[in-house]
């Protein structure tokens, strides 16, 4: 059983920062991507960020210069640093990990439970 919690979610000012954490665990052999989605009320889930093992990165347009992403691959470890939040940013943010259990397996999907980020004016 794999097993992904994230962590430092919280209220948001405008112009603030938050940092964002996700530990996977559990029976995990390698991890592919890594990344973050969020879905704001009413709105369609997004993926904001996400992260290759080998650190190649993609952002949604709407996060670009604002957000980074970054992992610790020893640790299993993802993490979405958030500059400059803005309302809109205003969500539920979940971490995906992309892995696998043996050296055989084809990968699969792992979720975390979400961490919510609400904006405060």
């Known amino acids: 059983q794999v097993q992904l919690v994230e962590s430092g979610g919280g209220l948001a000012q405008a112009g603030g920062s938050l940092r964002l954490s996700c530990v996977a665990s559990?029976?995990?052999?390698?991890?592919?991507?890594m990344g973050w989605y969020r879905q704001a009320p009413g709105l369609q889930r997004e993926l904001v960020a996400s992260?290759?093992?080998?650190?190649?990165?993609y952002y949604i347009d709407s996060v670009k210069g604002r957000f980074a992403i970054s992992r610790d691959n020893a640790k299993n470890t993802v993490y979405l640093q958030m500059n400059n939040l803005e309302p809109e940013d205003t969500a539920v943010y979940s971490c995906?990990?992309?892995?696998?259990?043996?050296?055989?397996?084809?990968?699969?999907?792992?979720w975390g439970r979400g961490a919510r980020v609400t904006f405060s004016s």
């Open positions: 995906y990990a992309d892995y696998s259990v043996t050296n055989y397996d084809p990968g699969r999907l792992g």
């Open positions: 992260i290759t093992s080998g650190g190649d990165t």
């Open positions: 559990g029976s995990i052999y390698s991890i592919n991507a």
